[in-house]
Every structure is written in C-alpha cells, then in structure tokens.
C-alpha cells in the first residue's frame, strides 16, 4: 500500500501548528508582565518558549527528528540506486543531533567550557555560539557542492528554510544575550526576544 504525502499540505498544517503555539506563549508573556501571573495551573510554563521539557521543545524536538527520519529515507534510497548518499546520510545524522540537543540543551552545556577561555560576553555572552558558529561555517563550506547539485526549487527551500533556522538560533540568539548580560532575563524585551528566536527555528524547519 502507498501512502501518498503532500508537501504543502503538511507544510500549511504545521504552520498553523507553530503559529497556535506562538499565540499560546505570547498569552502566557501578557499573563506574566500586565496581570502578574506566570503560572495558572501549570499552563504558562507548559507553552512557554524559553522553558525547556515542554509542549513547545517536544514539538521542536519531534519536527527535527521527522526531519532526520526523511533525510535518512533519502539517503537509503540513493543508496540502494547506486548513487551518492552520505551527504544525505549526514544531514540526517545533524538533524538527529539537534533534535537530541533541543531536548538535552547539549549546546547550553557546551558552552560553559568556552566561557572563560574567550572571555565570552556581548553578542557572545552564550558562548555556545563560537563552537556552533564554527561547525555552521564548516558545515556550509562541506555541502556547498551538494546544495549546488540540487535541483534548483529544491536548493532555494534549503537556502531560505537554513537562513531563518539559523537567524533565530545563532543571529537573534547573539542580539539576545548581549541584551541579558547587561539587563538579565526577568523582563518583556528578554521575552520577545526568544519568541522571535524560537519562532525562527521552527519555521524553518517547516520550510
């Protein structure tokens, strides 16, 4: 039996998801910062995007990994062709990394050993950033052959769906943690902040 899957159709029905879960988090900021409650029953934290083990970070972690199971489809397909597949094979294996990683905070924790030894602060005050910016540019400059290969439709959703990932998690990411280092986290500005930031990344893992 075929199961037959249209990529738009999957596309508009998880884009209403993020935007639903983008709505719910925003209602927990105005909840906390105009009528003082973050908590009711447990319902704010549960939606908010810069709480970890959530709704929002399963769902993360649950789109990233589908992602990593379709890339390795690809891959075995390719290779049972005969043709080229651990570019393929690899993508899948990031996917699978960062979707972990959602879950785990791997990046948070990595961090921490570049901290001291770059004097980490400003745009790098998460200094998961250095060693993640890092592997971003080696990344980019292994699978330029492959993104040139692509058939052209194709390579420009990789390019605009990797433009806004990246946007969020290491562009808005950086702005953010200049403004936490020197106005801390408890307030309106820091939570619009990671909104957009998270907002990033799911969107274009939905690309």
């Known amino acids: 039996m075929d199961i037959e899957i249209q990529p738009r159709g999957v596309f508009t029905t998880l884009l209403y998801l993020i935007i639903v879960l983008l709505f719910l988090n925003i209602i927990g900021i105005i909840s906390k910062y105009y009528f003082d409650q973050d908590y009711i029953y447990g319902l ?17 972690s649950l789109a990233l990994i589908s992602a990593s199971a379709l890339l ?63 592997a971003l540019i080696v990344f980019v400059i292994a699978y330029l052959k492959f993104l040139m290969r692509l058939p052209k439709n ?3 959703l990789f390019v605009v769906s990797g433009a806004i990932f990246v946007s969020g998690a290491i562009g808005v990411e950086s702005i953010t943690a200049k403004y936490v280092e020197i106005y801390g986290k408890n307030n309106l500005i ?18």
């Not at 899948?92 to 004097?119: T, V, W």
């Open 44 to 60: 704010i934290p549960l939606f908010n995007f810069d709480t970890e083990r959530n709704i929002p970070t399963f769902y993360s």
């Open 72 to 134: 390795a489809i690809i891959a075995s397909t390719h290779k049972k062709n005969g043709s080229a597949y651990l570019s393929w094979l690899g993508l899948a294996i990031i996917f699978l990394f960062l979707s972990i990683d959602e879950i785990a905070s791997i990046h948070e924790r990595i961090g921490k050993y570049f901290e001291e030894p770059f004097n980490a602060s400003g745009l790098l005050f998460f200094a998961w950033v250095i060693p993640y910016g890092a």
């Open 154 to 156: 194709i390579m420009i």
């Open 190 to 207: 820091y939570s619009l902040y990671y909104t957009g930031e998270e907002f990033l990344e799911m969107l274009g893992i939905v690309i």
